[in-house]
Protein backbone atom coordinates (compact mmCIF):
# COMPACT_ATOMS: atom_id res chain seq x y z
CA UNK A 1 0.00 0.00 0.00
CA UNK A 2 1.19 3.22 -1.09
CA UNK A 3 0.48 5.37 1.73
CA UNK A 4 2.00 8.89 -0.09
CA UNK A 5 -0.37 8.08 -2.72
CA UNK A 6 -3.34 7.31 -1.65
CA UNK A 7 -3.72 10.25 0.80
CA UNK A 8 -3.20 12.28 -2.20
CA UNK A 9 -6.11 10.36 -3.35
CA UNK A 10 -8.02 11.27 -1.02
CA UNK A 11 -7.65 15.12 -1.72
CA UNK A 12 -8.31 14.14 -5.27
CA UNK A 13 -11.67 12.70 -4.60
CA UNK A 14 -12.29 15.36 -2.35
CA UNK A 15 -11.84 18.16 -4.98
CA UNK A 16 -13.46 16.18 -7.98
CA UNK A 17 -16.73 15.99 -5.50
CA UNK A 18 -16.16 19.69 -4.78
CA UNK A 19 -16.21 20.10 -8.14
CA UNK A 20 -19.77 18.71 -9.33
CA UNK A 21 -21.35 22.06 -7.45
CA UNK A 22 -21.24 25.29 -8.13
CA UNK A 23 -17.59 26.73 -7.74
CA UNK A 24 -17.09 28.79 -4.72
CA UNK A 25 -14.33 31.11 -4.04
CA UNK A 26 -13.13 30.60 -0.46
CA UNK A 27 -13.45 33.73 1.97
CA UNK A 28 -10.91 36.02 2.89
CA UNK A 29 -10.97 35.13 6.47
CA UNK A 30 -9.94 31.58 6.21
CA UNK A 31 -6.97 32.15 3.71
CA UNK A 32 -3.27 31.63 5.55
CA UNK A 33 -0.17 32.78 4.08
CA UNK A 34 2.31 29.92 3.43
CA UNK A 35 4.75 31.16 5.53
CA UNK A 36 2.91 32.00 8.23
CA UNK A 37 1.60 28.24 7.93
CA UNK A 38 5.16 26.92 7.89
CA UNK A 39 6.20 28.35 10.74
CA UNK A 40 2.98 27.08 12.83
CA UNK A 41 3.41 23.72 10.91
CA UNK A 42 7.71 23.70 11.80
CA UNK A 43 6.12 23.67 16.09
CA UNK A 44 3.63 21.31 15.23
CA UNK A 45 6.36 19.03 13.94
CA UNK A 46 8.83 19.83 16.71
CA UNK A 47 6.46 19.55 19.71
CA UNK A 48 4.91 16.31 18.10
CA UNK A 49 8.61 14.75 18.81
CA UNK A 50 8.04 14.82 22.69
CA UNK A 51 6.49 11.35 22.12
CA UNK A 52 7.45 7.89 22.58
CA UNK A 53 7.80 5.65 19.73
CA UNK A 54 4.77 3.95 19.24
CA UNK A 55 4.97 2.98 16.13
CA UNK A 56 8.47 0.60 17.35
CA UNK A 57 8.34 -2.77 18.67
CA UNK A 58 11.07 -1.08 21.04
CA UNK A 59 7.33 0.49 22.45
CA UNK A 60 6.43 -2.71 24.41
CA UNK A 61 4.90 -0.53 27.20
CA UNK A 62 0.81 0.63 27.29
CA UNK A 63 -1.86 0.17 24.64
CA UNK A 64 -0.95 2.70 22.30
CA UNK A 65 -0.11 1.99 18.65
CA UNK A 66 -0.55 4.24 15.41
CA UNK A 67 -3.50 3.52 13.14
CA UNK A 68 -3.59 1.23 10.12
CA UNK A 69 -2.67 3.05 6.92
CA UNK A 70 -6.04 2.36 5.71
CA UNK A 71 -7.71 3.81 8.38
CA UNK A 72 -5.89 6.87 8.56
CA UNK A 73 -7.00 7.27 5.22
CA UNK A 74 -10.27 6.25 5.41
CA UNK A 75 -10.26 9.05 8.06
CA UNK A 76 -9.00 11.77 6.28
CA UNK A 77 -10.96 10.98 2.60
CA UNK A 78 -14.01 11.60 5.03
CA UNK A 79 -12.87 14.26 8.13
CA UNK A 80 -12.62 16.74 4.44
CA UNK A 81 -16.56 16.58 4.03
CA UNK A 82 -16.77 16.37 7.51
CA UNK A 83 -19.75 14.61 8.29
CA UNK A 84 -21.36 14.33 11.21
CA UNK A 85 -23.21 10.59 12.08
CA UNK A 86 -25.83 12.10 14.75
CA UNK A 87 -28.43 12.46 11.78
CA UNK A 88 -28.88 11.54 8.97
CA UNK A 89 -28.79 14.48 7.05
CA UNK A 90 -25.46 15.02 8.87
CA UNK A 91 -23.58 12.01 7.79
CA UNK A 92 -25.92 9.72 5.01
CA UNK A 93 -23.14 7.82 3.70
CA UNK A 94 -21.17 7.39 6.54
CA UNK A 95 -24.19 6.67 8.74
CA UNK A 96 -24.48 3.56 6.32
CA UNK A 97 -21.01 2.71 7.13
CA UNK A 98 -21.75 3.04 10.72
CA UNK A 99 -24.74 0.17 10.52
CA UNK A 100 -22.56 -1.85 8.22
CA UNK A 101 -19.63 -1.86 10.59
CA UNK A 102 -21.82 -2.58 13.13
CA UNK A 103 -23.37 -5.32 11.95
CA UNK A 104 -19.75 -6.82 10.94
CA UNK A 105 -18.73 -6.36 14.91
CA UNK A 106 -22.45 -7.97 16.07
CA UNK A 107 -21.45 -10.91 13.83
CA UNK A 108 -18.11 -11.49 14.89
CA UNK A 109 -19.40 -11.90 18.42
CA UNK A 110 -22.44 -14.40 17.35
CA UNK A 111 -25.13 -11.79 17.81
CA UNK A 112 -28.05 -12.73 14.98
CA UNK A 113 -30.24 -9.54 15.97
CA UNK A 114 -28.45 -6.15 17.57
CA UNK A 115 -28.70 -2.64 18.22
CA UNK A 116 -25.69 -0.89 17.96
CA UNK A 117 -23.78 2.26 17.43
CA UNK A 118 -20.11 3.56 17.57
CA UNK A 119 -18.64 6.09 20.08
CA UNK A 120 -16.01 8.29 20.44
CA UNK A 121 -14.21 5.76 23.13
CA UNK A 122 -14.86 2.63 25.42
CA UNK A 123 -15.96 5.11 28.06
CA UNK A 124 -18.94 5.93 26.90
CA UNK A 125 -19.42 2.87 25.03
CA UNK A 126 -19.88 1.32 28.63
CA UNK A 127 -22.03 4.12 30.29
CA UNK A 128 -24.37 3.60 26.92
CA UNK A 129 -24.82 -0.01 28.48
CA UNK A 130 -24.90 0.52 32.09
CA UNK A 131 -27.43 3.29 31.16
CA UNK A 132 -29.62 0.84 29.50
CA UNK A 133 -28.78 -1.59 32.82
CA UNK A 134 -29.96 0.75 34.96
CA UNK A 135 -33.32 1.45 32.96
CA UNK A 136 -33.74 -2.16 32.94
CA UNK A 137 -33.54 -2.67 36.43
CA UNK A 138 -34.06 0.66 38.46
CA UNK A 139 -33.10 0.50 41.88
CA UNK A 140 -30.75 -2.29 41.19
CA UNK A 141 -26.61 -1.81 41.78
CA UNK A 142 -23.98 -3.13 39.32
CA UNK A 143 -21.36 -5.71 40.29
CA UNK A 144 -17.68 -5.51 38.25
CA UNK A 145 -15.01 -7.39 39.40
CA UNK A 146 -11.55 -5.52 41.31
CA UNK A 147 -9.67 -6.28 37.97
CA UNK A 148 -13.02 -4.53 35.72
CA UNK A 149 -11.86 -1.08 34.50
CA UNK A 150 -11.98 1.72 37.17
CA UNK A 151 -14.56 3.58 34.47
CA UNK A 152 -17.38 1.22 35.11
CA UNK A 153 -16.74 2.47 39.18
CA UNK A 154 -16.80 6.00 37.96
CA UNK A 155 -20.11 5.41 35.18
CA UNK A 156 -22.29 4.43 38.53
CA UNK A 157 -21.45 7.28 39.98
CA UNK A 158 -22.31 9.57 37.12
CA UNK A 159 -25.73 7.29 36.42
CA UNK A 160 -26.26 7.35 40.59
CA UNK A 161 -26.18 3.61 40.55
CA UNK A 162 -24.71 1.80 43.44
CA UNK A 163 -21.62 0.19 42.30
CA UNK A 164 -20.62 -3.51 44.10
CA UNK A 165 -16.43 -5.09 43.49
CA UNK A 166 -15.99 -8.28 43.14
CA UNK A 167 -12.95 -10.10 44.56
CA UNK A 168 -10.86 -12.25 41.93
CA UNK A 169 -8.88 -15.17 41.93
CA UNK A 170 -5.51 -16.48 41.43
CA UNK A 171 -5.86 -14.96 37.63
CA UNK A 172 -7.34 -11.97 37.93
CA UNK A 173 -10.64 -13.27 37.20
CA UNK A 174 -14.34 -12.29 38.63
CA UNK A 175 -14.48 -14.81 42.16
CA UNK A 176 -18.12 -16.91 41.09
CA UNK A 177 -18.64 -18.07 44.60
CA UNK A 178 -18.32 -13.97 45.79
CA UNK A 179 -20.31 -13.39 43.06
CA UNK A 180 -22.97 -15.58 44.12
CA UNK A 181 -22.97 -14.13 47.74
CA UNK A 182 -23.66 -11.50 46.30
CA UNK A 183 -26.36 -11.89 44.09
CA UNK A 184 -28.15 -13.73 47.03
CA UNK A 185 -28.73 -10.60 48.76
CA UNK A 186 -31.06 -9.22 45.41
CA UNK A 187 -29.05 -6.06 45.62
CA UNK A 188 -27.87 -6.71 41.93
CA UNK A 189 -29.23 -5.95 38.61
CA UNK A 190 -26.46 -6.15 35.93
CA UNK A 191 -22.96 -8.00 35.95
CA UNK A 192 -20.53 -6.68 34.14
CA UNK A 193 -17.66 -9.43 33.23
CA UNK A 194 -14.72 -8.44 30.92
CA UNK A 195 -13.20 -10.25 28.20
CA UNK A 196 -9.32 -8.97 28.42
CA UNK A 197 -8.32 -6.93 31.29
CA UNK A 198 -6.78 -3.95 31.46
CA UNK A 199 -4.11 -4.72 33.41
CA UNK A 200 -3.51 -8.38 32.93
CA UNK A 201 -5.19 -9.10 29.80
CA UNK A 202 -7.32 -11.80 32.33
CA UNK A 203 -10.77 -13.23 30.02
CA UNK A 204 -13.46 -13.76 33.08
CA UNK A 205 -15.68 -16.57 32.69
CA UNK A 206 -18.73 -15.04 30.64
CA UNK A 207 -19.86 -18.77 30.08
CA UNK A 208 -19.56 -19.76 33.28
CA UNK A 209 -21.68 -16.93 35.11
CA UNK A 210 -24.40 -17.43 32.48
CA UNK A 211 -25.87 -19.90 34.48
CA UNK A 212 -25.89 -17.39 37.43
CA UNK A 213 -27.78 -14.87 34.98
CA UNK A 214 -30.74 -17.65 35.09
CA UNK A 215 -30.63 -18.16 38.60
CA UNK A 216 -30.89 -15.21 39.40
CA UNK A 217 -32.35 -13.19 36.99
CA UNK A 218 -29.86 -10.43 36.30
CA UNK A 219 -28.43 -8.44 33.41
CA UNK A 220 -25.14 -9.63 32.06
CA UNK A 221 -23.03 -6.75 30.28
CA UNK A 222 -19.79 -7.35 28.57
CA UNK A 223 -16.66 -5.17 28.80
CA UNK A 224 -14.85 -6.54 25.63
CA UNK A 225 -13.19 -3.22 25.20
CA UNK A 226 -9.72 -4.34 24.98
CA UNK A 227 -9.98 -8.16 24.42
CA UNK A 228 -12.86 -8.17 21.98
CA UNK A 229 -11.43 -8.77 18.87
CA UNK A 230 -9.49 -11.76 20.35
CA UNK A 231 -12.80 -13.60 19.44
CA UNK A 232 -11.31 -14.18 16.20
CA UNK A 233 -8.78 -16.14 18.04
CA UNK A 234 -11.34 -18.51 19.77
CA UNK A 235 -10.91 -22.02 18.99
CA UNK A 236 -8.14 -22.12 16.22
CA UNK A 237 -5.45 -24.73 15.55
CA UNK A 238 -1.75 -23.12 16.55
CA UNK A 239 -0.35 -21.57 19.86
CA UNK A 240 -2.17 -18.75 19.36
CA UNK A 241 -5.52 -20.45 19.29
CA UNK A 242 -7.76 -19.17 22.41
CA UNK A 243 -10.46 -21.85 24.45
CA UNK A 244 -14.07 -21.46 22.90
CA UNK A 245 -16.28 -21.53 25.71
CA UNK A 246 -16.25 -17.78 27.12
CA UNK A 247 -15.82 -16.12 23.53
CA UNK A 248 -18.75 -18.19 22.82
CA UNK A 249 -20.70 -17.42 25.50
CA UNK A 250 -20.71 -13.87 24.74
CA UNK A 251 -23.09 -13.89 22.26
CA UNK A 252 -25.48 -15.01 25.07
CA UNK A 253 -24.55 -11.34 26.70
CA UNK A 254 -27.38 -8.47 26.64
CA UNK A 255 -24.78 -5.90 26.18
CA UNK A 256 -21.15 -5.62 24.89
CA UNK A 257 -18.88 -2.79 24.19
CA UNK A 258 -15.38 -2.94 22.31
CA UNK A 259 -12.80 -0.60 21.35
CA UNK A 260 -11.92 -0.35 17.59
CA UNK A 261 -9.32 2.18 18.27
CA UNK A 262 -6.98 -0.66 20.24
CA UNK A 263 -6.78 -3.99 18.20
CA UNK A 264 -9.39 -3.05 15.42
CA UNK A 265 -6.23 -0.49 14.33
CA UNK A 266 -8.37 2.76 14.45
CA UNK A 267 -6.88 6.19 15.32
CA UNK A 268 -8.67 7.50 18.30
CA UNK A 269 -11.55 7.39 19.11
CA UNK A 270 -13.66 4.85 17.86
CA UNK A 271 -15.15 2.68 20.79
CA UNK A 272 -19.07 0.31 19.93
CA UNK A 273 -21.80 -0.80 21.75
CA UNK A 274 -23.96 -3.55 20.82
CA UNK A 275 -27.48 -4.53 22.80
CA UNK A 276 -28.46 -8.05 22.26
CA UNK A 277 -32.03 -6.89 22.38
CA UNK A 278 -32.64 -3.79 19.58
CA UNK A 279 -35.54 -3.21 21.67
CA UNK A 280 -33.22 -1.37 24.09
CA UNK A 281 -33.61 1.84 21.82
CA UNK A 282 -36.70 2.21 23.52
CA UNK A 283 -34.65 4.14 26.41
CA UNK A 284 -33.19 6.37 23.66
CA UNK A 285 -36.55 8.01 22.46
CA UNK A 286 -36.28 12.10 22.39
CA UNK A 287 -37.72 14.42 20.31
CA UNK A 288 -35.43 16.75 18.31
CA UNK A 289 -37.70 19.11 15.65
CA UNK A 290 -34.91 20.48 14.10
CA UNK A 291 -32.42 17.43 13.58
CA UNK A 292 -34.59 14.03 12.54
CA UNK A 293 -36.04 15.82 9.23
CA UNK A 294 -34.47 14.38 6.02
CA UNK A 295 -35.73 10.62 6.30
CA UNK A 296 -38.46 8.28 8.00
CA UNK A 297 -35.66 5.54 8.64
CA UNK A 298 -33.67 5.61 12.43
CA UNK A 299 -30.77 8.16 13.05
CA UNK A 300 -28.32 6.74 14.81
CA UNK A 301 -28.69 9.89 17.28
CA UNK A 302 -31.96 8.52 17.94
CA UNK A 303 -30.34 5.24 19.56
CA UNK A 304 -27.24 6.91 21.40
CA UNK A 305 -26.16 9.58 23.97
CA UNK A 306 -23.57 11.28 21.88
CA UNK A 307 -25.30 14.17 19.76
CA UNK A 308 -21.94 14.91 17.54
CA UNK A 309 -20.07 11.87 16.51
CA UNK A 310 -17.31 12.00 13.28
CA UNK A 311 -18.65 10.07 10.36
CA UNK A 312 -14.85 9.74 9.78
CA UNK A 313 -14.43 7.23 12.28
CA UNK A 314 -17.44 5.09 10.52
CA UNK A 315 -15.44 5.43 7.43
CA UNK A 316 -11.83 4.67 8.59
CA UNK A 317 -13.40 1.36 10.16
CA UNK A 318 -15.55 0.73 7.22
CA UNK A 319 -12.25 1.00 4.59
CA UNK A 320 -10.13 -0.84 7.03
CA UNK A 321 -13.00 -3.77 7.58
CA UNK A 322 -12.81 -3.98 3.70
CA UNK A 323 -9.24 -4.83 3.22
CA UNK A 324 -8.68 -6.64 6.63
CA UNK A 325 -12.49 -7.91 7.68
CA UNK A 326 -13.28 -8.83 11.24
CA UNK A 327 -12.60 -12.83 10.28
CA UNK A 328 -9.60 -15.30 11.39
CA UNK A 329 -8.17 -15.05 8.09
CA UNK A 330 -8.31 -11.13 7.85
CA UNK A 331 -7.99 -9.13 11.47
CA UNK A 332 -7.65 -12.11 13.09
CA UNK A 333 -3.73 -12.55 11.88
CA UNK A 334 -3.01 -9.51 13.07
CA UNK A 335 -3.90 -10.34 16.51
CA UNK A 336 -2.04 -13.55 16.14
CA UNK A 337 1.00 -12.19 15.62
CA UNK A 338 0.88 -9.96 18.69
CA UNK A 339 -0.46 -13.68 20.88
CA UNK A 340 2.38 -15.47 19.25
CA UNK A 341 5.05 -13.09 20.59
CA UNK A 342 3.74 -12.98 24.47
CA UNK A 343 3.72 -16.60 24.66
CA UNK A 344 7.77 -16.16 23.00
CA UNK A 345 8.38 -14.11 25.84
CA UNK A 346 6.59 -15.78 28.51
CA UNK A 347 8.86 -18.45 27.49
CA UNK A 348 11.99 -16.78 27.82
CA UNK A 349 11.10 -15.00 30.68
CA UNK A 350 10.45 -18.67 32.34
CA UNK A 351 13.62 -19.71 31.45
CA UNK A 352 15.52 -16.80 32.68
CA UNK A 353 17.80 -16.44 35.70
CA UNK A 354 17.05 -12.69 36.07
CA UNK A 355 13.17 -12.75 35.29
CA UNK A 356 10.22 -14.40 36.73
CA UNK A 357 6.59 -14.16 34.84
CA UNK A 358 4.03 -13.11 37.10
CA UNK A 359 1.17 -14.54 35.43
CA UNK A 360 0.73 -16.55 31.96
CA UNK A 361 -0.47 -14.32 29.30
CA UNK A 362 -3.83 -15.42 28.08
CA UNK A 363 -4.36 -12.62 25.45
CA UNK A 364 -0.80 -10.40 24.77
CA UNK A 365 -0.38 -8.24 27.88
CA UNK A 366 3.00 -9.94 29.77
CA UNK A 367 4.00 -9.45 32.70
CA UNK A 368 7.22 -9.99 34.70
CA UNK A 369 9.24 -8.97 37.48
CA UNK A 370 12.84 -9.10 38.19
CA UNK A 371 14.50 -11.92 40.79
CA UNK A 372 16.00 -9.13 43.31
CA UNK A 373 18.31 -10.14 46.46
CA UNK A 374 16.95 -9.65 48.62
CA UNK A 375 13.90 -10.86 47.31
CA UNK A 376 11.07 -8.58 48.69
CA UNK A 377 8.30 -6.80 47.32
CA UNK A 378 10.46 -3.49 48.18
CA UNK A 379 13.30 -4.40 46.25
CA UNK A 380 11.11 -5.98 43.34
CA UNK A 381 9.34 -2.39 43.40
CA UNK A 382 12.46 -0.22 43.29
CA UNK A 383 14.44 -2.17 40.45
CA UNK A 384 10.74 -2.31 38.33
CA UNK A 385 10.61 1.46 38.59
CA UNK A 386 14.68 1.70 37.45
CA UNK A 387 14.58 -1.07 34.85
CA UNK A 388 11.74 1.20 33.20
CA UNK A 389 13.23 4.37 33.83
CA UNK A 390 16.77 3.53 32.75
CA UNK A 391 15.40 1.79 29.31
CA UNK A 392 13.70 4.33 28.35
CA UNK A 393 16.29 6.59 28.90
CA UNK A 394 19.00 5.04 26.98
CA UNK A 395 20.70 6.93 24.40
CA UNK A 396 21.16 4.03 22.24
CA UNK A 397 18.76 1.20 21.76
CA UNK A 398 16.19 2.52 24.36
CA UNK A 399 13.00 0.06 25.20
CA UNK A 400 10.07 1.46 26.72
CA UNK A 401 8.53 -0.48 29.35
CA UNK A 402 5.23 -0.09 31.88
CA UNK A 403 4.96 -0.89 35.57
CA UNK A 404 1.94 -2.27 37.36
CA UNK A 405 1.40 -1.81 40.81
CA UNK A 406 -0.12 -5.44 42.63
CA UNK A 407 -0.80 -5.86 46.23
CA UNK A 408 0.86 -7.95 48.14
CA UNK A 409 -1.76 -10.51 48.63
CA UNK A 410 -2.56 -10.71 45.19
CA UNK A 411 1.32 -11.13 44.43
CA UNK A 412 1.35 -14.27 47.37
CA UNK A 413 -1.33 -16.00 45.39
CA UNK A 414 1.08 -16.60 42.56
CA UNK A 415 4.51 -16.63 43.85
CA UNK A 416 5.59 -17.92 47.21
CA UNK A 417 8.50 -17.26 48.65
CA UNK A 418 8.70 -13.47 48.65
CA UNK A 419 8.97 -10.99 51.59
CA UNK A 420 6.23 -9.40 52.17
CA UNK A 421 7.93 -6.20 53.30
CA UNK A 422 5.40 -3.75 51.67
CA UNK A 423 1.66 -3.63 51.03
CA UNK A 424 2.59 -4.13 47.06
CA UNK A 425 5.19 -3.73 44.41
CA UNK A 426 5.12 -2.39 40.72
CA UNK A 427 6.25 -5.09 38.39
CA UNK A 428 6.87 -5.04 34.88
CA UNK A 429 4.09 -4.71 32.00
CA UNK A 430 4.41 -5.05 28.24
CA UNK A 431 1.00 -4.68 25.94
CA UNK A 432 2.49 -6.31 22.25
CA UNK A 433 -0.23 -5.44 20.34
CA UNK A 434 1.70 -4.36 17.29
CA UNK A 435 2.33 -7.37 14.91
CA UNK A 436 5.85 -6.45 14.41
CA UNK A 437 6.45 -7.41 18.16
CA UNK A 438 6.69 -10.95 16.96
CA UNK A 439 9.62 -10.34 15.06
CA UNK A 440 11.36 -8.42 18.13
CA UNK A 441 10.51 -10.19 21.08
CA UNK A 442 14.13 -12.20 21.29
CA UNK A 443 15.63 -8.52 21.17
CA UNK A 444 13.77 -7.28 23.60
CA UNK A 445 14.15 -9.52 26.25
CA UNK A 446 18.01 -9.31 25.42
CA UNK A 447 17.76 -5.52 26.12
CA UNK A 448 15.69 -6.60 29.45
CA UNK A 449 18.42 -9.14 30.48
CA UNK A 450 21.07 -6.16 29.86
CA UNK A 451 19.14 -3.56 31.99
CA UNK A 452 18.89 -5.84 35.04
CA UNK A 453 22.44 -6.41 34.75
CA UNK A 454 23.24 -2.71 34.37
Known sequence: MDFRYWLGQA??????????????????????????????????TERLKDNYPFFHPSYAGQMLKPPHPAAVVGYLTAMLVNPNNHALDGGPATAEMEREVVRQLATMFGY??????????????????????????????IAYSAEAHYTHGRMCGVLGVEGHTVPVDARGAMDLDALEE????????????????????????????????????????????????????????????????????IAEADSIVIDPHKHGLQPYGCGAV??????????????????????????????????SRAGAAAAALWLTFQVL?????????????????????????EDSERFDLYQSPE???????????????????????????????AAKDPVFLSTLRVSGPQFGLRHTGVDADADGARILRS???????????????????ELSRG
Do not use: Q
Open 274 to 307: LFKDPGAGRFYLHDSPYTYFTSEDLHLGEISLEC
Open 363 to 393: LDIVTYFPRTEPLSLSKIDETSARIMRVGMA
Open 182 to 249: LLRTGKIGTVVLTAGTTALGTVEPVHEAMALRERYGVRVHVDAAYGGFFRLLSGLDGPEGLPEAPWLA
Open 112 to 141: TEHLGHLTTSGTVANLEALFVARETHPGKG
Open 431 to 449: VLMKPESEDHVDRLHERLE
Open 325 to 349: PPTPDGLGRVLAAGRRAALRWAKLL
Open 11 to 44: LTSNEAWAETFTPVRPHPSLEIPDGRFETAFEEL
